[in-house]
């Protein structure tokens, strides 16, 4: 009878670490979903960022006769605004426009009221 209930014992442990594997294995898969959504919107970004650029570089240049020297040599100054050269910018925290409490860069809008947060330039979306 000890065997049959060891047995028993067995199959139950067993069945039990297999729900447990279903749980994480539906956790991960949920993770992973998340995961693909943020890096979409980061290359939903990304894919208007570079857009704007190319649009912003084509005008200069044909308009103002500009090279690429002249652009490398801005990005050089733009990047060296925040006072490092490491090819980054630094977000800046904004206030939001109704209750005047610091909003993060990344939210659209502000947690605290709802307000939509202020889009004063084109680069507002994606920097």
């Not at 970004?45 to 570079?50: N, T």
């Not at 652009?71 to 733009?78: D, P």
């Not at 426009?97 to 507002?124: E, W």
Request: with cysteine; charged share 30%.
């Amino acid at each position: 009878m000890s065997l049959f209930w060891g047995l028993h014992a067995g199959y139950t442990d067993n069945h039990a670490r297999q729900s447990e594997a279903r749980i994480d294995a539906r956790e991960a898969k949920s993770q992973s979903r998340e995961a693909r959504e943020v890096v979409g919107d980061f290359e939903r970004r990304l894919d208007k960022l570079v857009l704007i650029s190319m649009a912003v570089w084509s005008l200069l240049s044909e308009k103002m006769h500009l090279t690429e020297e002249d652009l490398m040599e801005r990005v050089k100054t733009i990047d060296l605004m925040d006072g490092k050269a490491d090819g980054k910018l630094k977000r800046e925290l904004a206030q939001c426009s109704q209750c005047n409490r610091v909003m993060n860069p990344r939210h659209t809008k502000c947690i605290y009221c709802g307000a939509d947060r202020l889009h004063l330039t084109a680069f507002d979306d994606v920097v």
